[in-house]
């Protein structure tokens, strides 16, 4: 069974930066496509940052492009998330989440399209 483990949540102030870590226990998982989802409170998970297998491909969504910077090494088998500038409503619980299908821009920001995820990191920003 492939294991995604997240690191790097804490609690920061408002404009600080994190970087969050995804490590992956097998190695067979350098050829899927990796994304960061994250789940506030009474909130649905919603999609944060998608990077293909190769690297050549990442797409955001709208509240965290110029912020946030998704990217992998996959000869260390992770992929991180740079958060910048965060607000207090980045707060959330972030996962990391795999797939070995290359969906298209739109189904690839969808959490039920993802076979794999990691127990999650806590970020919490304080204002």
């Known amino acids: 069974q492939v294991q995604l483990i997240e690191s790097g949540g804490g609690l920061v102030q408002a404009g600080d930066s994190l970087r969050l870590s995804c490590a992956a226990s097998?190695?067979?998982?350098?050829?899927?496509?990796k994304a960061w989802f994250r789940q506030a409170p009474g909130k649905e998970r919603e999609f944060v940052a998608y990077?293909?297998?190769?690297?050549?491909?990442?797409f955001y969504t709208d509240s965290v492009k110029g912020r946030f910077t998704i990217s992998r090494d996959n000869a260390k088998n992770a992929v991180y998330l740079q958060l910048n500038s965060l607000k207090p409503e980045d707060t959330a619980v972030y996962y990391c989440?795999?797939?070995?299908?290359?969906?298209?821009?739109?189904?690839?920001?969808?959490?039920?399209?993802?076979?794999?995820w990691g127990q999650g990191t806590r970020v919490t920003v304080s204002s």
């Open positions: 989440a795999g797939t070995a299908n290359s969906w298209g821009v739109d189904a690839s920001r969808r959490p039920y399209n993802y076979d794999f």
């Open positions: 097998e190695r067979t998982f350098t050829s899927y496509a």
């Open positions: 990077v293909s297998w190769s690297g050549t491909t990442t």
